[in-house]
């Protein structure tokens, strides 16, 4: 389900938000270990809404991470900017073989199927085949930007494997966390400093996704690094600007996703019965809390993991990629 962009020793697992730069390092056994974690907070300006704005400067960043975090040369894993996928449900004729399918979908960019962006990298997952059709789940993102992640990191002496998603990401964590099941609609939300996604699961596959910017940029936060770069102290510091307000919207897009899905994705037939929580916002327990109180239906989130601070949880289900 994710993109592959190369084929696939300890693998370095890297997030690079608009805000934030994180890895973790673990040993690839059963159950996973946990040795490394550090983040790098990143000025205002550098990335925004996922685009690459200050090259230069972000590769000077990244550089000094690498060095100081000691992955120089290995393996990495990344994340593709949420902002930029599209995940959307395409019907094929039943005589496309399925090893063909992203050749035809390739084929039919710009006539039958209209994407926000030229050139995407596309990957599929095939859901369900009758006698005249065959349905399949499309995940797309601009091909330039998820280059442009994987030469970066070539250039600071990483070497990218894979790409993923940051639901997957998520979800496989919660996964590992034995926190989801076929039978439930699950509503996964990302209550990030910068954005929340909303994502939608069944039968662990993510069938709708909304991404939607917060208006607050990383100037309206006061953060204190520790020395070891592992955690930080963040609050809130635009005393000008109303943080509740900001927090409203959520739950607004939240009700707007709950009945989108349930009257137009599914006519009424099936609604979300379960929603799992996350994120690396400051409050978020506040918001957690908020959510419990507000929905009539079951929430999670992820109970403590290696004494790992809930940020790094991320990073940590992309290191799951490929393992479980």
């Keep these: 389900m994710a993109f592959e962009l190369f084929t696939s020793n300890q693998i370095a697992n890297i997030i690079i938000k608009d805000h934030v730069i994180r890895y ?39 550089e000094e991470c690498v060095s100081e975090w000691g992955i120089s ?55 369900s085949e ?13 091909e330039d930007l998820a280059n442009a992640y994987s030469a970066l990191l070539q250039e600071v002496s990483l070497k990218p494997i894979a790409a993923d998603i940051s639901p997957l990401c998520m979800y496989r964590l919660f996964d590992y966390s034995d926190k989801t099941n076929l039978k439930d609609h699950i509503l996964l939300i990302q209550f990030d400093l910068q954005t929340v996604n909303l994502s939608i699961f069944y039968q662990h596959i993510p069938i709708f996704m909304r991404h939607l910017p917060l208006e607050t940029t990383i100037e309206d936060w006061e953060i204190q690094q520790n020395r070891a770069g592992s955690n930080a102290e963040i609050k809130w510091g635009n005393s000008e600007r109303s943080l509740e ?37 400051p409050y978020s327990n506040d918001v957690f809390s908020r959510v419990i109180e507000r929905y009539e239906i079951p929430v999670s989130t992820i109970d403590s993991i290696e004494k790992l601070p809930p940020n790094y949880y991320l990073p940590l289900g992309l290191a799951l990629k490929e393992v479980q």
């Design 24 to 62: 973790v390092g673990v040993k690839q056994s059963s159950p996973l270990v946990v040795q490394k974690y550090r983040e790098h907070y990143l000025p205002s300006g550098i990335i925004d809404e996922g685009k690459i704005i200050e090259r230069d400067t972000l590769k000077l960043i990244l």
């Design 73 to 127: 040369k290995r393996q990495v894993r990344f994340t593709i900017p949420d902002s930029s996928v599209v995940i959307r449900k395409i019907v094929v004729p039943i005589d496309i073989k399925d090893d063909e399918i992203v050749g035809y979908l390739y084929s039919e960019l710009g006539s039958t199927i209209h994407l926000p962006f030229d050139e995407p990298v596309l990957d599929i997952k095939k859901l």
């Design 130 to 142: 009758n006698d005249d059709k065959k349905e399949i789940l499309l995940f797309a993102a601009p």
């Design 245 to 281: 307000g900001i927090i409203e919207e959520i739950y607004r897009e939240i009700d707007h996703v709950l009945n989108f899905y349930q009257y137009s994705l599914m006519k009424g037939k099936e609604s979300v019965t379960k929603i799992l929580f996350s994120g690396d916002h």
